[in-house]
């Protein structure tokens, strides 16, 4: 039964080395790493130099309502990650309850993938968006037929639009119950990312 195991561990592991996940992954976690970096340094230095974020954030948490920067990340999170989670992290850090708060938009990025699948199912049924939509994502509609879960997996963990990777997976009609359960890395995300910025946002 082990020998059994490890002979489609080992299987599993020669397909996505033939197929070039792998190398999808490091080039992903590659291309994210620098406009990570940069936008480290700019916000070093803006914040030491220019005007002080921890400032910034007293003012939008001060300025919109707690509700309006929710609506507005479900939006992002479920229109093709428009806008980084991490500003929304430093937000939650700021309010007077931000682990809630923080539990909130994990479970709000969450919902935001699952109704993205949906919109990628939704839009089968319409030629011209379907047409626009294959022709603009034919590379992740491509490697999600090949990788499916794990790819949901990459997108839930890794600085990769996760909207993105669940509207493929309704395109390819990938099953609901896996985006589902491997959506679920998506809380796992906001709880390390969350550990980060909140070391680095003042109360």
């Known amino acids: 039964m082990e020998s059994q195991k490890k002979s489609k561990i080992k299987l ?17 976690i590659k291309k994210a790493i620098t406009p990570i970096l940069f936008l480290v340094i700019i916000l070093i230095v803006f914040n030491n130099y220019i005007y002080n974020i921890n400032d910034g954030l007293e003012i939008v948490t001060t300025t919109f309502s707690t509700l309006a920067i929710f609506l507005m990340f479900f939006v992002s999170e479920t229109i093709l990650g428009l806008i980084p989670p991490e500003i929304f992290i430093a937000w939650s850090k700021k309010t007077s309850t931000p682990i809630v708060n923080l539990a909130l938009l ?19 049924k319409v030629r011209v968006v379907k047409e626009y939509f294959e022709n603009k994502m034919h590379k992740q509609l491509k490697n999600t037929s090949k990788w499916g879960g794990f790819l949901i997996v990459v997108g839930a963990l890794l600085p990769i639009p996760f909207s993105i990777t669940c509207l493929a997976a309704g395109m390819i009609k990938y099953p609901l119950k896996g985006v589902l359960l491997f959506g679920l890395l998506r809380f796992v995300r906001f709880t390390i990312y969350g550990v980060a910025i909140f070391n680095i946002v003042s109360n």
Request: without cysteine.
């Open 106 to 124: 994990a479970t709000l990025s969450y919902i935001g993938g699952v109704l993205s699948y949906f919109i990628g199912k939704a839009i089968l």
């Open 12 to 28: 599993l592991h020669q397909y996505y080395s033939y197929t070039g996940f792998y190398k999808f992954i490091l080039n992903s």
